[in-house]
Every structure is written in C-alpha cells, then in structure tokens.
C-alpha cells in the first residue's frame, strides 16, 4: 500500500511540475489602431496579471532582459522610428536585479508606424519579454506574430 500511495505522490508532484511550465502571466496582442492609404500605426498589448511585471525597452546592461520587437524585413514596408511605449514605465530600484529597471503592470501599450508600400501586405515579426514578481522571473519568452496590414 505504501508503494501505491508513493507513486500516487510522485505522479501528482510531476503534474504539478507540468502545469507550472504553461504557466504565463501576460498575454499579447497585436492589432491595427490607424490607418490610411499609406501609413498605419500597430499596437502590441501586453495584459500582465496583478503582481506581475514586464520590463521597459531600455534596461541596464546587467539589467533583466528589455522588451524588443524584432521586424521580419518586408520590401513592402517601412518602419516609421522605434516602437514607442505609450504606457507610463515605473522607474525604481529592483532587489532582484540590484539596479534601477524600469517596469510596466496591468497593461503595457507598445506602437510602432509603418509606411505602407504595397496595398495588401503582412507586418511579421517576433516580440521577446521577460516577466517577474516579487519572488521570481520566468525565462525570457518569444511571442511570434503577424498582422495584416
């Protein structure tokens, strides 16, 4: 009985294990908020549970990882500037990192302008956070996306 109750545990800590690797507090989207014949602005949202936090796209070198947007190239497209935040970033000193970092909660807004050259085109590309709370940081994170334009 004893074995049966071991492997029972064991199972149930593996489960455990298992579901906590899904687990991601924030959630991205990416849609088209303006648009004209020739240009469009994109906004990349990111919904970040209560306690949670994602970092700014400037951090210091020895900082967390930065919020980055990597472009797919696209002949059809020109990128108008850098992704501006349009979320105001919290500036303070972080125990995990020992340093002043600049993090967004709840909500954090990204957008980026693009001159279209083409009518019918896709913007793509790959958007790569790192998020933490008061205990922890989870592993850098990949979100790819594309949006038609």
């Known amino acids: 009985m004893k074995f049966i109750y ?8 593996n489960s455990i294990t298992i579901a906590q690797g899904d687990f991601n507090p924030v959630e991205w989207q990416v849609e088209k908020i303006s648009e004209t014949d020739s240009e469009v602005e ?3 949202t990111a919904d970040i549970q209560k306690g949670w936090v994602i970092y700014s796209q400037e951090t210091g070198e020895d900082g967390p990882i930065p919020t980055t ?13 850098n992704v501006v935040e349009k979320t105001e970033v919290t500036l303070g000193y972080d125990k995990m990192f020992e340093m002043q ?17 083409d ?3 896709k913007l793509k590309g790959t958007i790569t956070y790192m998020c933490c709370d008061n205990d922890k940081c989870l592993p ?3 979100i790819v996306f594309s949006i038609d334009l």
């Open 6 to 13: 071991s492997f029972v545990l064991i199972l149930g800590f």
């Open 42 to 44: 994109v906004a990349f």
């Open 69 to 81: 947007f990597t472009f797919t190239p696209n002949k059809n497209i020109e990128l108008v500037g």
């Open 101 to 117: 970092v600049g993090k967004m909660k709840g909500q954090a807004v990204f957008v980026q302008k693009i001159k279209k050259k």
């Open 119 to 121: 009518a019918e085109t």
């Open 140 to 142: 850098p994170k990949d």
